[in-house]
């Protein structure tokens, strides 16, 4: 009887340690999804990046592009969000123990207890986009929408945003031999805007911000797909082959070079105010220079469209656009947003990596970080230039 004890005991054991070393926990954030998170909120700003579907409800226009299929191919839903999938929303949401998606804000009768999305593709810093609002409107809508929320939960939600890659867009379409002066100067006039808004979004009780870098932080020879310039839309449209349109990676590196001091003096001028920054440019990099690494086979085109590099008409009824076999070997879906895949990998990043991608604090961190109190460390500029 005893040596049958002896027996049971040590195969749990064995079970126990075969569990450990076949099914090992993941590293970071995989590891700690939800444990130890407060129920707080989530609430997203900016354009088609982190749009859950607005635009479909927002715009006068009908049949829209990413209402149909193959948008949302991977989960069977094409629901107005430019992804075969999720977006990195969708995926902090779920990190966050948020038991739905974070729903479009513009959709009638959506549940928003847990947080909602005001982004809306093509949303802009500066002007009036036509068939979109700018960030300042976005934040107008929240603050509109405030009585729904406690100041608490708003204290303590996260506020994340995604924005200005329309108005360096249109910048550079409307103006192709702009100076370098004139160049600074609109950058200039873009971030100031964007303290203005984020500002204003303090005022109005938020005080936990993840800003997300334009898909630029500073020049690197070796890189063709992570710069703004150098998105398959945009190589197609300035037909410039594999190279880049290095005019837009300009604007994007001196936007991006802005943010992270903006951010540290509205932390040191506003008691509180808490933020972290995610690093987007260098978080593509790693995903293009050794794509092979990461499972990404093609990242220099479009899963979807049609033209050089497959980025023009995904979803568009009159375009006999192109789709890939397999969505998950492609970095990017359309001609300048990521695979589900990409998202994936984005939002993990975000949520729980080191500091050569997020910096001063991951958004885990910045969730847990003691609700009023001042920040313990601020945005350094960032000396790696090689990143592996």
């Known amino acids: 009887m005893g040596g049958k004890c002896i027996s049971i005991k ?43 579907g607005n635009k479909m409800f927002f715009s006068k226009k ?39 998606e974070t729903p479009p804000v513009f959709k009638p009768g959506v549940d928003v207890s847990r947080g909602a999305s005001f982004a809306v593709a093509d949303a802009s810093i500066l002007g009036s986009p036509a068939e979109s609002i700018t960030l300042n409107q976005q934040v107008a809508k929240f603050r509109s929408m405030k009585s729904k929320w406690t100041d608490d939960f708003i204290g303590k939600s996260l ?57 630029n932080n500073f020049a690197n020879n070796f890189c063709y797909t992570c710069r703004l310039g150098c998105l398959p839309i945009s190589r197609q449209e300035y037909k410039t082959g594999n190279e880049c349109y290095e005019p837009l990676n300009d604007l994007a590196k001196q936007h991006n070079d802005k943010i992270g001091p903006i951010l540290n003096d509205l932390a040191k001028e506003h008691p509180g105010f808490q933020f972290t920054v ?74 729980g990596a080191d500091t050569n991608v997020v910096q001063p604090m991951t958004l885990r961190e910045l969730i847990v970080f003691p609700f009023n109190e001042p920040m313990r460390e601020y945005w350094k500029p960032s000396i790696t230039t090689n990143p592996t």
């Open 62 to 100: 009908q049949n829209l592009p990413q209402s149909f299929w193959p948008y949302g191919k991977s989960r069977d839903d094409p629901n107005g969000k430019f992804s075969d999938g999720h977006i990195v929303p969708d995926f902090i949401a779920e990190f966050m123990s948020i038991p739905k």
């Open 159 to 215: 506020f994340m945003i995604y924005v200005g890659t329309e108005d360096y867009l249109n910048f550079t379409k409307n103006k192709l031999n702009v100076d370098i002066s004139a160049q600074q100067a609109f950058v200039t006039s873009v971030t100031n805007k964007f303290k203005n808004d984020i500002s204003l979004l303090y005022s109005l009780n938020a005080t936990k911000f993840a800003i997300q870098l334009l898909a």
């Open 10 to 52: 040590l195969l749990r054991m064995i079970l126990v340690l075969s569990t450990i070393f076949y099914n090992p926990v993941p590293v970071g954030v995989a590891a700690s999804h939800g444990e130890g998170i407060p129920a707080v909120g989530l609430l997203t700003f900016g354009d088609s990046y982190f749009d859950a």
């Open 278 to 351: 995610f690093d987007f440019y260098n978080a593509v990099l790693r995903r293009t220079r050794t794509n092979l690494s990461y499972r990404f086979y093609v990242s220099n085109t479009s899963c979807c469209g049609v033209g050089t590099h497959n980025a023009y008409g995904c979803g568009m009824g009159n375009v006999r656009s192109k789709l890939c076999e397999y969505q998950r070997a492609y970095f990017y879906f359309d001609g300048r947003h990521n695979t589900e895949k990409a998202q994936e990998e984005f939002a993990h990043l975000f949520f």
